[in-house]
């Protein structure tokens, strides 16, 4: 499927200067583009969810590119360790507003381009008001709940998603327009179990993934607004840096979605916490957790504990762990003999956030013995107990 | 057989392998041999009452079983099965 008209009214549209024509004059010179196109360009405005490592391409390729209005939401601050894959930030950006820090570097590519910052998180409250004024969202976000939360609202609104996400060495893309073509929720109806899927922040990420994924996202931007191409509406694409191999799937448009199907059932943008399984389910037992001092406190009373440490090899490497055994998460049910029942069991991680999921997986293969979760994870020993462990 | 491709979120659970063969004449019998293989990837992509999971897609080709018949969508020799779950990027 493919869409050919541009999404920009004609009656929006004004006249190149020719300080406008100098610049662009490379998109002039394509047939495909020409004066119409970048006239098209220069009304258009564009809303940019995340200014992280998808949004940074997407950014500062949009701008260049004369996109007349980019609207950028974060509520972020810029991280030391944001600098390996969100290129808009500097060094010197670091504990700055992302969007501040974008509004400068977009100003200082292009200074025509209007930006307007959104300094806060998309919300169910906000989104509607927020995305109404403009054409087309990029989805640059990094969860769930935002990302259906972008979807719904995109679909309410009839405006085009163009989707990228990114996971270790993965990339999807594609153009979710629920009026061409299916929209996020035809392909996922519902998100994963909050923490089965690692976060980039404990799963990693190669740097010049969301380079890549998010140049492909501004790439279809474009084609939305010059109009003309063959857009991903309709289509998955699926990359992996890693084999170098770039794979397309078909996507169909579900007649039974619950926002853009036959007989929706979703009017209206909805609590996103709870649909993405972030509010605590009453019915799970929390699990029992340990702090970092207070470990340190029974093994130096000589307390037998059984420390297992659930990272891989590799991730073990970083800041390892003196005394724990390593059981990685994919291996806990197949190794259960090894436990003993007697001893209280601790589990770690890198923040403590995945080997909750080792202690679940436990409990569900019927488990007897106390298990005990290390509060923050590894970062959180070499924070409180051993300082000479670095935090990653 | 099938060639099946496992995506880098499943790959914990398949030894870092990221593709496997499955024996089975359904997508269904593909994955489920997968699962055999590599008991860890069950309960993610399957639930309690043994569908598949609402955040996992599974394509034939380029073609997704939901179009083709579901779990009992035909597979035949030398096709490509590709797990394609919902990845989110970024921090929780
Ligand atoms: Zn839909």
């Given at each position: ?15 190149l ?21 970048q ?16 949004g ?51 100003k ?9 910052t ?38 309410l609104?009839?405006?085009?998603n163009v989707?990228g ?8 893309a594609s ?7 299916p929209?996020?929720?035809c392909l996922?109806?519902?998100?994963p ?22 140049t ?6 474009i084609?939305?607004i ?22 397309e ?19 209206e ?12 389910d ?10 970092a001092?207070e ?21 073990r490497?970083?800041?390892p ?23 209280d ?18 409990q569900?293969?019927g ?10 994870g590894?970062?959180?020993?070499a924070?409180?107990v ?6 990653y | ?34 699962t ?10 399957f639930?309690?009452?043994g569908?598949?999971r609402?955040y ?29 779950p919902a ?6």
């Amino acid at each position: 499927m493919s869409l050919t008209e541009s999404i920009i009214p004609d009656d929006r549209v004004d006249k190149l200067t020719n300080e406008e024509i100098s610049r662009y004059s490379r998109h002039l010179l394509l047939p495909q583009i020409g004066l119409d196109g970048q006239e098209k360009l220069k009304a258009a405005k564009v809303l940019i969810v995340g200014t992280g490592g998808l949004g940074a391409p997407l950014a500062l390729y949009l701008a260049a590119a004369g996109v007349g209005t980019l609207g950028i939401v974060d509520f972020d601050v810029v991280e030391e360790s944001n600098l390996q894959r969100q290129i808009i930030h500097s060094t010197r950006d670091i504990d700055r507003p992302k969007v501040a820090s974008a509004a400068d570097r977009i100003k200082s590519l292009n200074p025509e381009v209007k930006v307007i910052t959104h300094n806060t998180r998309l919300t169910s409250e906000n989104a509607l008001e927020i995305i109404e004024d403009y054409d087309i969202v990029a989805d640059g976000t990094d969860n769930y709940q935002t990302r259906y939360l972008v979807n719904d609202a995109c679909v309410l609104l009839g405006k085009p998603n163009v989707y990228g996400s990114i996971f270790q060495f993965e990339g999807q893309a594609s153009v979710f327009y629920a009026k061409e073509g299916p929209c996020y929720r035809c392909l996922y109806p519902s998100p994963p179990p909050p923490g089965l899927v690692p976060s980039c922040s404990e799963g990693g990420v190669l740097g010049v993934l969301p380079g890549i994924v998010g140049t492909i996202q501004a790439n279809e931007v474009i084609k939305l607004i010059v109009g003309g191409g063959n857009s991903l509406i309709g289509r998955l694409l699926l990359f992996d840096a890693w084999e170098m191999k770039f794979r397309e799937l078909k996507l169909d448009k579900d007649p039974g979605c619950p926002i853009c199907g036959k007989k929706p059932t979703i009017h209206e943008l909805i609590d996103y916490e709870q649909f993405c399984g972030l509010k605590p389910d009453h019915e799970e037992e929390p699990v029992e957790t340990i702090e970092a001092k207070e470990l340190k406190q029974r093994l130096d009373a000589g307390d037998k504990i059984q420390i297992i440490d659930i990272r891989e090899p590799h991730e073990r490497a970083i800041s390892p762990f003196a005394g724990a055994k390593p059981i990685p998460l994919g291996q806990m049910t197949r190794r259960i003999g090894e436990f003993d029942d007697t001893e209280d069991a601790v589990f770690l991680c890198k923040v403590g956030q995945r080997s909750v999921f080792a202690i679940r997986a436990l409990q569900e293969a019927g488990y007897k013995g106390k298990l005990l979760n290390l509060k923050d994870g590894v970062n959180a020993w070499a924070r409180d107990v051993d300082n000479s462990l670095p935090q990653y | 057989m099938a060639k099946v491709l496992i995506p880098t979120a499943l790959r914990a659970f398949t030894d870092g392998s990221s593709e496997v063969e499955g024996a089975g004449k359904t997508a269904g019998e593909v994955i489920t041999a997968v699962t055999e293989s590599y008991p860890e990837i069950q309960k993610h992509l399957f639930d309690e009452e043994g569908k598949l999971r609402s955040y996992v897609n599974v394509f034939i080709g380029d073609e997704n079983i939901r179009n083709l018949g579901g779990l009992d969508a035909p597979v035949h020799e030398g096709d490509v099965v590709t797990l394609v779950p919902a990845i989110a990027g970024g921090r929780p």
